[in-house]
């Protein structure tokens, strides 16, 4: 009783704290929705301060990138990344301890779209401080990521199997460096991609992506491929106006979804313990009866308590924005749905999660019957106790992230304009107004813009 | 399994995650030319060593000669121009064009000016001399070297990865260009290939 005790008490407390992900980050959360970044940066640090944690890494990376300071942010996510690839290696020990306590003993490395937008947010932190090279390279291991993640997944239901969004940005980046055969090669993963997003989440191409391809196709030399796009896209007009360049304003909208614990009960009944001998096939049928399960109360030996994430949306208030520079005005439309991609992800872990958490289950339940034969009823309870305190849904996730990425691209004369938004409810009607200052534009050229609402 | 031993190997278990991160942090002063890879990714031994090797190469080539007849016996001055970073590392290419231009130095057979970037503070302190510094030492304008060639070029890379191997492949390719006819005097190329190995497991 001593030896599972002691185990149990000290794989309970291994865990980081009793609540959610979400309600640990609440403060951080509070302060970041009021634009106070500085304060959110001090309640992380005040709470959750831990070099190691991939998540402290992620949250520290995006909240210095949202108070302007870009080297810091660069680190703070390089230091993740570095973290992530440590973490390949897996602990036997821990995966061990997370037999009998809790998945959150197994450090936090991050689901793939999480991971490809760390890029996302570093790329951007190399534009503002105009550096081209290095957001290049970041465009690149974006690009090494997602031609990885194409391969690992290549034949299986994954839904998330590359990212339209980054490729496209990609796409864009290497064509102001006049990378244009990168550039070629991004914009069609790009048309690939948000084909599948279309279908798989209802995220439709980016009207500029046909001008895009069009302009590409003509400016390569792809004459075959030009006559395809221009068949295609009839309507897009792939030339630049003399004197003008453009701006690409991405908009971070809302908050990513959470994950909640939810408990529920799987019943034992009376003699299976003895008939399935294979811990792994008990397991197998016990989650089966998930979904529901009848059996008379005489049956019942003893009711299994198991703890599962699940997502928690945080539907923005916000639809869409619209940006005008100058005199020119842009709406945004939707390139990235951060909050579907986050329920994509848990519900394909799901089936693995929840043999895993009845297969803990199982185990701590064969554990508490010996402590109390053993023992007798006393131990037993308190074994009982001890179980199910250590029993946590691991709903660790990036939850500083936005719901939805927004993406809107204005053709503007070349020199300084004055930058507003307005953003728009689902019925049309504005909810909010910003005005972000000025921004120049030089002929021929992009000019990259991002705003966050929290609402 | 019996419950027993189920505990008893999570309990080893937990002491090997409680304590197992507890090892004190060490610190040993190595020789700046000691050879240490702990990531893989580009370090500073590959910045010397190809730097060295190139540099090495480029002036074992004809055109010092060549330079040196029709000049009259005078040094070829050369500036370390820009050098792309096309990989998919965040390489600290300041570190390299150093190495390249100590590397040129001290071969001794060419003259190296500064870069385009390094020669705006100089010229921002000779400006300053002019309202400032004594006549006999203020250094005057328009007596720079002007630099015969120029080095640039850029640094490529591979990736190939699978189940925690991975080969990294670096290729830097250099050029150096007579600044007067254009045309290009030597092409270097250095290629460096490492084989990182990752376990999936540890305990």
Known sequence: MAVLGAALAVGAFLPTGCATHARQRAAMEQAMARGDYAAALA????????????????????????????????????????????????????????LLTSDVVIPFDGAPFERALIHYYRTLNYVYDDNLEDALVECRKANLLLATLAEETEGEETTYQDDAFLQYLTALLYEDAGEWNDAWVSLRGAETAFARYDSVFGVAPPPMLGTDLRRLARDLGYLDEYEQYRARYPDACDTLPSGCGEVVFLFENGRAPIKEEIDFTLPILKGERDRYHDRDEFARILANRYQGYVYEAAELEYLLRVAIPQIQPRPPLIRHAEVRVGDATAGTVVVEDVAALSAAALSEAMPKILVK???????????????????????????????AASERADTRGWISLPNDIQMARLTVPAGEHKVSLRFLDARGDIVATAETGSIVVEPGRRAYLSWREWE | MGAFRIAAIAILAAGLVVFGGCAKRTVTRVDTDTTIDLSGHWNDTDSRLVSEEMIRDCLNHPWVTQHLTSAGGKKPVVIVGVVRNKTTEHIPVGTFINDLERAFINGGSVEVVASAVERGDVRDERDEQQHFASEETAKAFGREHGADFMLSGEMNSISDAEDGKKVLFYQVDLTLINIETNTKVWLGQKKIKKFVGQGRYEP
């Open chain 1, 43 to 98: 309640e992380l640090d005040k709470r959750h301060p831990d070099p190691q944690d991939v998540l402290y890494r992620l949250d520290r990376g995006i909240l210095h990138h949202y108070l302007g300071r870009y080297d810091e942010s660069n680190d703070e996510f390089e230091a993740a990344e570095i973290r992530i690839e440590d973490l390949y290696t897996r602990s036997v020990s821990r995966a061990a301890v997370s």
């Open chain 1, 357 to 387: 958490t009845v297969l803990r289950g199982v185990t701590k339940y064969l554990g508490t019957r010996w402590v109390e034969k053993k023992t007798g009823k006393i131990g037993g309870i308190l074994a009982n106790l001890l179980t």
